[in-house]
């Protein structure tokens, strides 16, 4: 029994399976062993053979606590949540003091939209179990949703020393590092962990990010094809998938492969730009057009998806719908909120009403596209009475609120929401509402604090690069602005005509040319590229300028 229980509590299910097959053919009874059975199946990923197990509920009253855990974590898997929340019920009946029982039951209140409710299991996790490692980890995740990488990372420095070698800890280890902008410490973690075991697959899959972001796409791709068909079918597997493809010129495969995960994410405009990308530089301008043309004339719509299907239009000999595409992406961005329109069709989701999570979003957004804000506030209420500890339910109702000018409610609700999961977009709706009830000085705080928490973000730190610039402090807008470069953003016009502007501030013309050079190569039409030429290289190139814009039809 001890050999199986440090099997099951390195995770070797097989191992462990082994051990208690020999304890049940010796005549210990099927109940005392059932509970670890169950999890040793369950580790071995059969979730059938666990069932056989678990299912029937028959422990001893020793085993029972954990028995009923693991018939939880089955239902979870399955997605049976109320049977789930059943089993830890009656788990919690027996073994209330389990940090391991309340790190799942954390988990359960998580997924079904319960989040602050599972914000006090995972407290209660630690206080319960203070070296842990799944009650560490469990509070390493919740830190890194609400503060950021940097918060996340001494708890899972913790969650490691205390259970050394154990890889899915590593794993979430390393990716916090990656994510927080130190990819040797990343770069070393993973290797420990090829080295402890080469057909531990999620290695390969960090080794295939790090190679990636280092322009290293080639090794990339051999890295992502080890990681194997699972972490390739996630949407981060086909988000790198699809990058590599771009980057490597394998278009209509990246095409193939964007547009198979923006079937799966409508909402997700990083990604349609990518396809819309991909879509250009293989020629399918028809297509592009098709697909993207009335989402480009939108006020939400990004310059980049612009002027890709400006130039689409432009391909197609279509020069007057070009003219007005090019136009618009010419124009200079307004850093005012906006609604965005759901991406389902808007009869659709009136039609549906607001009964699940995803409608209630696409139902709020299409009143507030509409410019009914009193439904708007009415649907995202009921939605928030049905789930108070919902994260999104939170930040819905802020931006109903915003919506009707009401920015002192938006923003309780939007720094309750935060408190769960901050992202950039919410912190960006927070930063604004700030500004709008006057208090500046604490939307500055707020800006720097997600830098801080999230280094390689890219729009965030240009945008405290601009604050920095505007108030005269050019060298740290400087190195902002060299940052944001490395993290990704040295394909993004504004920034790289910041830097232009920066350098030239700083005596230095060389690198002002090359930035507003590489900003106009990127955008011709954009003025913040023609202004950051045009003051990098003085009136000489005027001329220049104007007969290149020309040829482009501006």
Not at 322 to 337: C, E, I, T, Y
Not at 342 to 366: I, T, W
Not at 388 to 407: F, H, Q, T, V
């Amino acid at each position: 029994m001890e050999r199986a229980l440090a099997a099951l509590e390195r995770g070797d299910g097989f191992g462990a399976e082994l051990a208690l097959r020999e304890l049940l053919d010796s005549g210990t009874p099927r109940e005392a062993l059932a509970a670890y059975l169950g999890q040793a199946e369950l580790l071995q990923g059969q979730p059938i053979e666990a069932r056989q197990w678990l299912g029937e509920g028959r422990f001893t009253r020793e085993t029972a606590g954990h028995g009923f855990h693991m018939l939880g974590r089955l239902e979870m898997s399955e997605g049976n949540m109320p049977a789930a929340g059943d089993a830890f019920d009656r788990a919690n009946s027996f073994t209330p003091d389990s940090p391991r029982l309340w790190v799942d039951i954390g988990r359960l209140r998580y997924a079904g939209g319960e989040q602050t409710m599972a914000l006090d299991a995972g407290v209660k996790a630690v206080q319960l179990g203070p070296e842990d490692p799944e009650a560490l980890m469990f509070r390493g995740q919740l830190a890194r949703d609400a503060q950021g990488m940097r918060a996340a990372l001494p708890w899972f420095e913790k969650a490691v020393a205390a259970k050394t070698g154990q890889l899915d800890l590593m794993a979430e280890y390393a990716a916090t590092l990656g994510e927080a902008g130190e990819t040797k410490a990343m770069l070393k973690v993973v290797r420990q962990m090829t080295a402890q075991d080469p057909g531990y697959l999620r290695s390969y899959f960090l080794q295939a990010v790090i190679a990636a972001r280092a322009g290293k796409y080639g090794l990339a791709r051999k890295l992502l094809m080890r990681s194997g068909q699972e972490a390739k079918s996630t949407p981060a597997g086909m988000l790198l998938s699809g990058v590599i493809d771009l980057e490597t010129g394998n278009h209509a495969s990246a095409a193939q492969e964007l547009d198979r995960l923006y079937r799966q994410q409508p909402e997700n405009r990083r990604v349609r730009d990518l396809l819309a990308r991909a879509l250009a530089l293989g020629g399918n301008h028809r297509e592009l057009v098709y697909r993207f043309g009335a989402a480009a004339r939108l006020t939400s719509a990004s310059p980049y998806l612009q002027t890709l299907v400006g130039r689409a239009h432009e391909a197609l000999g279509e020069r007057a719908e070009a003219a007005v595409l090019l136009d618009l992406a010419s124009r200079k961005q307004s850093g005012n909120l906006i609604a965005l329109r759901p991406a389902d069709n808007l009869a659709d989701v009136a039609f549906r009403g607001d009964s699940s999570g995803r409608d209630a979003m696409a139902y709020v957004r299409s009143r507030l596209v509409a410019g009914n804000s009193g439904e708007a506030i009415r649907a995202a209420t009921a939605f928030l009475g049905r789930f108070p500890g919902s994260a999104d339910a939170l930040a819905l109702a802020g931006d109903a609120e915003l919506a009707a000018n009401n920015p002192g409610k938006a923003m309780a609700y939007y720094a309750k929401s935060a408190t769960i999961r901050q992202s950039w977009p919410l912190a960006r709706r927070r930063i604004s509402t700030l500004h709008a009830l006057g208090r500046s000085a604490d939307a500055e705080r707020l800006l720097r604090q997600y830098v801080t928490g999230h280094p390689m973000a890219v729009e965030p730190m240009h945008m405290l690069a601009q604050a920095q610039f505007a108030r005269g402090n050019v060298e740290q807008a400087a190195m902002l602005l060299d940052h944001a470069l490395a993290a990704g953003g040295d394909r993004d016009p504004d920034l790289l005509a910041l830097r232009a502007a920066a350098a030239m501030r700083m005596d230095q013309p060389d690198l002002a040319m090359a930035m507003a050079g590489r900003a106009f190569e990127i955008m011709p039409t954009h003025p913040a590229s023609l202004q950051a030429l045009l003051l990098a290289g003085g009136g000489d190139l005027a001329a220049a300028i104007s007969e290149k814009t020309r040829r482009i039809g501006r």
